[in-house]
């Protein structure tokens, strides 16, 4: 069946938040103030039948304005190639801004054939304050090219279609913000809550072309900065349901410890489980250490998670390639996916890794993934690249109901706040161990690397009384978050 031009525009939007062209959460903006919603429409390149959609959306709508002009310019970057595809569709020359004038050669600032007097059209594709259009509308008006129009794919309504207006160019554009929230509350993929968070925020928010502010008085506050948020309220932002579980277990419980248990004797281990079971949101093993593994201790496992409310993660850092990992992780000794409600997994193997501890699970629906996107061992190999590819294969649409969380290191790895942020290397009385382990305090691991949950091993498991440690532990992590949502600063 053939969309119909209103579908195809909820299509568009729909996809567009699936390939992660736009996300809800806390960004640092060019007007430093941080905002709720972030656009990447660098994106789309790696889609061609997105960059098909948009392109004859775009010649569509003009069509239907009845724009007539004799080039089409793309704002640059991300515009450029959009223009290219409508230039060709419409059988109208482009023209291209440089942003530097070259310093041999012809020296020009527009390349493309024109005559003063000329009409050109403008395409974006995201407007803020509109100071990138009016940057290209400047260079060409100077050349003699007539300017009246400019269209965008997205229109943040935070003034650009005003301060544009005000230099005698009408504004179009194929979504406004408010449009795509719509579309995407009524596909029940965003919460309301977010919705009224970045009007909010869109409201308090307008800038000039400037780049200043309208009101430079009003404090525009982000509702959607997880740091600030509880985890009753993050629980609404979770796409998989093992962390909405998880954020409303941590506050039900109080409790945001996670204890690693690694200890070799199934006797030891069921031991200690039942003295910190009451001050853990999350036990986390490493079963491969365990020597005197059999079917009844995970049972037992799972009768003291359900008795002590805590969930089962099992630390296993999947890495290989997903038909491997799902060998690994339904079946072999351990049937890992029988018993860990969570499971740690490596991003290094790509998208493959995920899908393999997919087809692992009997039913992931009730499984989740926290993918390592840092470490906390000195001089691991972890760079800053491989952090933001884990992000982005983090919240890429097609998994975003199975990873309930990242394990890292500081607070501005996590900027969705349906993400659960685990921080292991935590103790009080020392900052490092022999094998290149480095360890924070409560205190900084919560309110300094933003972590969520953190894990504790040894500074509990070495104790001599391990119920007082996990309790001493438990009261400083959870004062240190409840500090953290109610503190006053950025
Ligand atoms: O970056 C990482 C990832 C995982 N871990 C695990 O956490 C615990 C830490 O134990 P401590 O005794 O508190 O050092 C352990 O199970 C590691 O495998 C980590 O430390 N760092």
Redesign the pocket.
């Known amino acids: 069946m053939v969309a119909n031009a209103s579908e195809k525009f909820t299509n568009l939007a729909l996809k567009l938040f699936d390939i992660n062209a736009f996300k809800f959460g806390d960004f640092k903006m060019k007007v430093g103030i941080n905002s709720p919603v972030y656009f990447d429409l660098r994106v789309i390149i790696s889609h061609p039948d997105v960059m098909n959609t948009v392109s004859e959306l775009l010649l569509q709508f003009l069509n239907d304005k009845k724009t007539s002009c004799d080039h089409i310019c793309g704002v640059p970057y991300t515009a450029l190639p959009i223009a290219t595809l409508v230039s060709v569709r419409d059988s109208k020359p482009m023209l291209i801004r440089r942003k530097e004038a070259k310093d041999y050669g012809t020296k020009k600032l527009i390349e493309g054939k024109y005559q003063s007097g000329d009409t050109c059209l403008i395409i974006e594709d995201v407007v803020t304050s509109g100071s990138s259009i009016l940057e290209t509308v400047n260079d060409l008006r100077r050349e003699g090219i007539v300017v009246t129009d400019a269209i965008v794919l997205v229109d943040r309504e935070q003034g650009g279609a005003k301060n544009i207006e005000q230099n005698g160019i009408r504004m179009h554009s194929l979504f406004t913000l408010s449009q795509l929230l719509d579309i995407l509350q009524e596909a029940g993929k965003i919460e309301e809550s977010t919705v009224k968070a970045v009007a909010k925020y869109i409201s308090t928010c307008q800038i000039k072309a400037d780049g200043s502010m309208v009101q430079p008085s009003s404090k525009a506050v982000n509702e959607l900065n997880r740091l600030k948020m509880s985890f009753e309220a993050r629980s609404n932002h979770a796409r998989c349901p093992v962390a909405k579980r998880l954020f409303q277990l941590m506050a039900v419980k109080k409790s945001n410890l996670c204890i690693?248990v690694?200890l070799p004797k199934v006797g030891a281990i069921l031991d200690l489980v039942m003295k910190i079971g009451p001050h853990i949101c999350v036990l986390?093993t490493?079963i491969d250490v365990v020597e005197d593994f059999n079917e009844n201790f995970v049972h037992s496992l799972v009768a003291l998670a359900e008795k002590y409310n805590f969930l089962i993660m099992e630390?296993r850092k999947f890495a290989d390639i997903g038909n491997t990992v799902s060998m690994q992780y339904g079946h072999g000794l351990y049937k890992i996916s029988q018993w860990a409600d969570l499971v740690t997994c490596h991003s290094l193997p790509g998208k493959g890794v995920l899908d393999g501890l997919k087809n692992g699970a009997v039913d992931y629906s009730n499984k989740g993934v926290f993918l390592?996107a840092?470490?906390?061992?000195r001089g691991n190999l972890i760079n800053e690249k491989y952090t933001k590819d884990t992000m982005e294969l983090a919240m890429d649409g097609s998994n975003n109901d199975f990873i309930a969380g990242i394990?890292c290191q500081n607070p501005h790895v996590v900027t969705n706040p349906g993400l659960i942020q685990l921080t292991?290397?935590?103790?009080i009385s020392n900052t490092s161990?022999e094998l290149s382990?480095q360890?924070s305090s409560p205190q900084s691991a919560i309110k300094e690397k933003g972590a969520d949950i953190a894990?504790?091993?040894?500074?509990v498991t070495n104790s001599p009384n391990v119920a007082a440690a996990a309790e001493e532990y438990r009261d400083q992590l959870w004062s240190a978050y409840c500090s953290r949502i109610e503190s006053e600063d950025e």
Do not use: F
């Open positions: 690693a690694d986390k490493h630390d390592l840092e470490m906390s061992c394990v292991p290397g935590v103790q161990d382990q360890y894990v504790v091993g040894r500074g």
